[in-house]
């Protein structure tokens, strides 16, 4: 996973990108998912982006996602292409995005 305009380092393997609002009530949701995430993947990219910071704006620029379409979690490939993505609602627990990040990764 490159995203070669963003200073997030780089790993091998398919990465987890959260792109969030800023509220608190959501910040902390996504953290905690985030968190949740990396306990049953330590060894997998999980990144969370603030779609008003500067590296968010650009992979939503990036990925052509549309503002009312987020929060929106997505596990991306080595060549920066989706594999899977989940937007609003239908963002599923952290087990779900795990299950599908280890068919990618193993």
Not at 47 to 59: R, S, Y
Not at 73 to 101: E, H, N, R, T
Request: with cysteine.
């Amino acid at each position: 996973m490159g995203l070669d305009f963003t200073n997030i380092k780089d790993s091998d393997g398919a990465a987890i990108y959260i792109l969030h609002h800023p509220s608190f009530t959501e910040t902390r949701q996504f953290e905690q998912l985030q968190k949740d995430i990396a306990a049953s993947r330590p060894n997998d990219q999980v990144v969370l982006l603030d779609v008003n910071g500067a590296q968010g704006e650009q992979a939503r620029d990036f990925y052509d996602i549309m503002p009312q379409t987020l929060p929106v979690v997505m596990v991306i490939a080595d060549d920066d292409s989706i594999l899977y993505q989940w937007s609003g609602d239908a963002i599923p627990a952290a087990d779900v995005i795990c299950s599908q990040l280890s068919r990618t990764n193993g």
